[in-house]
């Protein structure tokens, strides 16, 4: 059905007659003026194009375009809207929020993709965004996280916009440290209002709590009173090969890149809420870890729906533009007639 977003503008309708009443010169009586040649002068003014004008007054025809046009135009105000059928959202599924680590360990290239070796952003990005794009019926949330923890994405079925803000986060936008108790914080307090038994948060980072107004361990009991199940995932590899400074025969030598992972913190979040900590050492690793993430079973959920909305303000405008052409036009037409006319005669009399 079609419905008004601002019906009150309808009572702009009588606008004009206000202001012709307002507007409009007071009449006086006057003398009148006998004129001698009187039929000479009418037979003239058949002629002119004032005439013409008010013959096309006489019509009505000008009015009530006027008044049509002004009729489309207070519609176009209205904001109409076509209100669609409801349309069933999936009533399946899990509120997943995503918490993903863009502190400034996280461009370190111990991992690789294609095999060259990239940052392990990258390789989150690339293998995370196939997860996010196979959870159908799930509302997905993204959380970036570094000194501070921002909400990037709510909780949508949107998991196209999703990903996109996943591919457009950048290593450093939220500080160089890691606030890992802060991102749970945060999670916690966007999926608390969910449905219980459907609250999932995966967690996603490459190092130990160093930021945040509070502790991995707080933000856990906190979770685990609203009943949050998290998954924690700790990425990067153990080993990596680096140059020496003292080069020579030291040229090149073993480096353990993730030596400040904290390992057993991300196993304690993950069993006390009933989730799992998974490791990865590598890309084929991560793709498999969620794989396994993506095993979890929908549940059914509260039913909704929404009805798709169409705006239709442009066609009383486009009719209004065409009705305001055309009185235009009929008013006009008879000088143009006329001039044309006058020019034609002078014309003829010059040849």
Not at 136 to 154: C, M, N, S, V
Not at 251 to 271: C, W, Y
């Amino acid at each position: 059905m079609i419905e008004f977003a601002w019906p009150y503008a309808l009572l702009l309708l009588p606008l004009p007659l206000l202001l012709r009443y307002l507007l409009s010169p007071h009449q006086k009586d006057e003398a009148a003026l006998r004129v001698p040649f009187f039929r000479q002068l009418a037979s003239m003014s058949k002629e002119s194009p004032l005439h013409s004008r008010s013959l096309a007054r006489k019509t009505g025809l000008p009015h009530l375009l006027s008044t049509l046009a002004w009729l489309s135009l207070i519609i176009a105000v209205c904001r109409p809207m076509w209100i669609g059928d409801p349309i069933n959202l999936p009533t399946s599924g899990r509120d997943l929020m995503i918490a993903v680590d863009i502190s400034g360990s996280m461009k370190r290239e111990d991992l690789t993709l294609k095999d060259e070796p990239v940052t392990r952003l990258e390789v989150v990005k690339e293998v995370l965004g196939e997860f996010i794009s196979e959870r159908k019926g799930d509302r997905i949330g993204l959380i970036l996280f570094g000194t501070q923890a921002y909400l990037q994405a709510p909780l949508t079925f949107d998991r196209q916009a999703v990903e996109t803000l996943l591919d457009e986060s950048q290593i450093g936008f939220a500080g160089e440290q890691t606030a890992i108790g802060d991102a749970i914080g945060l999670a916690t307090k966007r999926l608390r209002k969910r449905p219980e038994a459907s609250r999932v948060m995966i967690l996603l980072t490459d190092g130990a709590n160093t930021a945040g107004q509070i502790t991995p361990e707080k933000a856990t009991e906190i979770a685990l009173a609203e009943q949050i199940k998290i998954h924690t995932i700790g990425v990067g590899a153990t080993e990596m090969e680096v140059s020496s400074p003292f080069g020579g025969i030291f040229g090149r030598r073993t480096m353990n890149p993730s030596a400040d992972l904290d390992e057993k913190m991300l196993q304690q979040i993950a069993n006390q809420t009933g989730g799992q900590y998974f490791r990865a050492y590598n890309t084929h690793e991560l793709q498999q870890i969620y794989a396994t993430l993506d095993q979890i079973e929908p549940i059914d959920q509260e039913a909704e729906t929404f009805n798709p909305v169409k705006s239709l303000y442009y066609w009383p405008l486009s009719l209004f533009l065409l009705l305001s052409l055309l009185t235009a036009g009929i008013r006009l037409y008879p000088i143009y007639r006329h001039a044309w006319r006058r020019t034609a005669k002078e014309v003829a009399s010059n040849v």
